[in-house]
């Protein structure tokens, strides 16, 4: 794969936290060729009725992590969509971050697949708490924005 | 199914916007035994860099509120825990609201199954835009606690 | 959706039965555009170590008739390919037959969506037993071709 | 983990190979704690109509596998049951036999969920056709059998 210039990386970084994930302080970690990694600080908003760390962040977070990990495979004049995604969740998460790795394991023309793995970061340790297998689409901005 | 009370209904209307959930401003609308529905209205942070509605919001509302249906069908010593769920994304969402519809299509004493399904409300009309399966478990709420 | 013509009813009908399909004995019931249905009646070889019927022939019958209902949606110098599925498996099946039904949910030029719904027919009672999402891609069939 | 007895591999790899697997010619290959790996030689009746080994294959492989991946981790007097699996076709698959790698990432004392990687065995390469994520349950055996 070939290597992302600078500029490029720094557009995808700031480009990775607007709207939504900026609202959910999601942020950019290291970006690199088929690979996007993030991470949100936890505060009381993240977590659900009984203080673990909502689904719909780990799910938020494996699913935009794994477009910029498609993103930083195409093109400048394309977008990506996501298809679908489905996440497990393996343990309860409840720690101070979590942390998102998302690699791409198929980079075609059309159709993207990449997984996510969110980490749960507590003081004592790092343990896996969700993985997710995301199925994008890399699509020209053009036809993406006239669907608005 | 049995009727739920309206101490039961109060209860889980309540318990529904909690952290996360209450963050992200999505809302209960209607309660029924094996049946939730929730709405959101959408503002700037809903959405994503080309101003759709966020994948992230649809799949944490399809989520939250298929956890809520199966809420609907255990004893008040019980917990509800999503194991995985499963969303695609059938065309972008840009409307004023999204409304969610939870049922349970498998309610067994352990392991039950909800379909979600996330509607974008535009001024125009009301279209299917997500359409997620989800997989929970009824946990006894002291195992649970133990966990954290 | 247009009606389908006699002939390419009776093409799909052929086609969908070859090869694996074949092999495991599962037929087409009824097409319409955006509908297929199939059945297959079960023998000791479509069962697994407790006697029930595999989830194996549940999710190839699911996959294979969630094509066919895309089929039905394009034109003949098209094929329909699995991108991925995901099936839920509601009870265990061991009756006499399975009955498979699936819809497409979303039918766009490139990505179709269809739902599966798998029933075990037993004397007594015909009950969901499985249910699957089914991501689909209609691609020339040059192209498809071109990758063996 | 714990070593597998020699008598316990025995029978699970006498017990992998019975009914639908059987018919498939699904043979176990390898066998450790929390890890399986099957094979499958390819005749026509695997293919599907463009001569492509059929999905249903894949999927059925997978699933399978990944039950007895956890079959590696539980005691002999409980059954493993699916209750649901995704799956990603990676690319076409037309080689001259599969190979299934399951493992299990996450190995609690109900819910066990493990992954299945699916390889295209060709002359000049083996490369990944299709990943699975599997959710599975061990149950005692008595329960599981008062269900037929």
């Known amino acids: 794969m070939p290597e992302l210039s600078p500029e490029r990386k720094a557009f995808l970084a700031a480009d990775y936290c607007r709207g939504f994930i900026r609202y959910c302080r999601i942020e950019p ?30 799910a938020t977070m494996a699913d935009h992590t794994a477009g910029y ?39 075609g023309s059309t159709i993207l697949i990449a997984e996510s793995e969110v980490f749960d970061v507590r003081e004592e340790e790092t343990s896996l708490a969700a993985k997710a297998t995301v199925t994008l689409m890399s699509v020209p901005k053009a036809k993406l924005l006239s669907k608005r």
């Open 29 to 58: 970690l290291e970006i690199k060729s088929g690979y996007f990694r993030s991470r949100v600080l936890i505060a009381e908003e993240h977590r659900q009725q009984d203080g673990f760390i909502h689904a719909g962040v780990m």
């Open 69 to 107: 990990a498609a993103f930083t495979l195409v093109t400048e004049d394309r977008q990506i969509l996501t298809i679908e995604f489905k996440i497990n969740f393996l343990r309860p998460a409840f720690g101070n971050a979590l942390e998102c790795r998302s690699k791409i394991i198929r980079d």
